[in-house]
């Protein structure tokens, strides 16, 4: 028989909305940019140190997905970290927005504070969540592109056998880390 | 004694004059390619130049170089085989080859024969270049990925990387903003 849990339904929306978890809308948007990213280095692979697609296939296809995996879950923690920092900023704009819209409600129905504040609440971790997946990403991606032509192109330019993997690892390791 | 000077001056005078008369002309070949980088599908300019460092002309020379197989270069311009009817002392000619290898391997360059009458009269005298020794031929590919300047590809992945960098960073831009301009209306 599986445990109840102990909290209740605001404390699981509230660990919902706080937690590590991501939505489905979250996570979907997180592995379009990890794709997105993961992949457009190869062109530059390709055309300039002349990895060809098809003769490197298979490297490039474990490449991708590893690092798809490795980038979103940097995506993850990165932000879970900015959330809590937006959320703060961005408390005096929602408010406004709030009572501006309340305001340009029909009159004659009153909004208790406590319905104003739950807006305000439910608001703020809306916007708290967008900015911090598009910022996230940025970050993420920035990072990501910027150590890897570092190493890729600078550091490691002529390493043999094939200089992919190696620095994508490295990469990728530095990324989690961060 | 006088008579002997007078013999010994005598003879000093004819031995001058035979030396003065006996004129042969010594070349040198140097062979030297004046590419930096040997490239397949690449034009390679090899330069024979021949010095005629002797105090005659020398005559039918001919240069060979037989280096450049047609199985593994194209002939571009020039020839490898050269004749000239004549060098005179103290003179130098040149003599470009430009062939294109097929193949991109390490190439051993040998020396290149000259063959010339020294002095008139005088049996062939051959001589031999400079050996350039091992030369690296390297693939159009290698070439590319080392030396192409790559500005187009660079400028093709900074517009790839557009909806991966530029399009977050403006909607969280936006947000923010509009934000901040609440919050500030608000304080006011």
């Known amino acids: 028989m599986a445990p109840k849990s102990n909290f209740s339904k605001e404390e699981e929306l509230l660990l919902q909305d706080f937690g590590r978890g991501l939505s489905a809308k979250s996570s979907a948007i997180f592995y379009f940019h990890a794709f997105i990213v993961s992949t457009v280095p190869l062109y530059l692979f390709s055309n300039i140190q002349q990895m060809f697609i098809c003769e490197n296939a298979i490297l490039f296809g474990i490449g991708t997905i590893v690092s798809m995996y490795f980038i979103s879950f940097a995506y993850k923690n990165n932000k879970f970290e900015l959330k809590h920092k937006i959320a703060q900023k961005r408390g005096d704009g929602v408010s406004a927005e709030i009572h501006a819209a309340v305001a340009d409600m029909d009159g004659n129905k009153k909004v208790s504070k406590k319905e104003k504040d739950e807006r305000i609440l439910w608001r703020k971790n809306e916007v708290a969540e967008a900015e911090s997946i598009q910022l996230a990403v940025f970050n993420t991606n920035a990072t990501f592109l910027a150590i890897l032509i570092f190493l890729a192109f600078l550091i490691f330019k002529n390493y043999a056998p094939t200089p992919y993997p190696f620095r994508l690892q490295l990469v990728q390791n530095i990324i989690l880390t961060s | ?188």
């Open chain 2, 1 to 188: 004694m006088k008579c002997v000077l007078c013999l010994v001056a005598l003879f000093a005078f004819f031995s001058n004059a035979v030396i003065a008369d006996d004129t042969t002309a010594k070349l040198i070949l140097i062979k030297e390619v004046l590419n930096d980088i040997i490239t397949e599908g690449n034009d390679l300019s090899v330069q024979y130049s021949l010095f005629n460092i002797g105090d005659g002309p020398a005559t039918d020379v001919e240069l060979a170089d037989s280096d450049f197989h047609e199985s593994e270069f194209e002939l571009v311009s020039g020839m490898t085989s050269v004749k000239w009817e004549r060098i005179g002392a103290n003179s130098n000619v040149s003599h470009v080859v430009v062939v294109k290898p097929l193949k991109a391997s390490a190439f051993n360059s040998t020396s290149a024969v000259v063959q010339y009458v020294a002095s008139e009269g005088a049996e062939p005298t051959f001589g031999f270049s400079d050996e350039l020794g091992e030369l690296s031929i390297i693939s159009a590919t290698e070439y590319k990925r080392l030396h192409a300047s790559h500005v187009w590809e660079w400028f093709l992945f900074s517009v790839f990387c557009i909806p991966s960098l530029l399009l977050p960073y403006l909607l969280h831009f936006t947000s923010k903003s509009k934000y901040n301009a609440l919050s500030a209306k608000k304080k006011h």
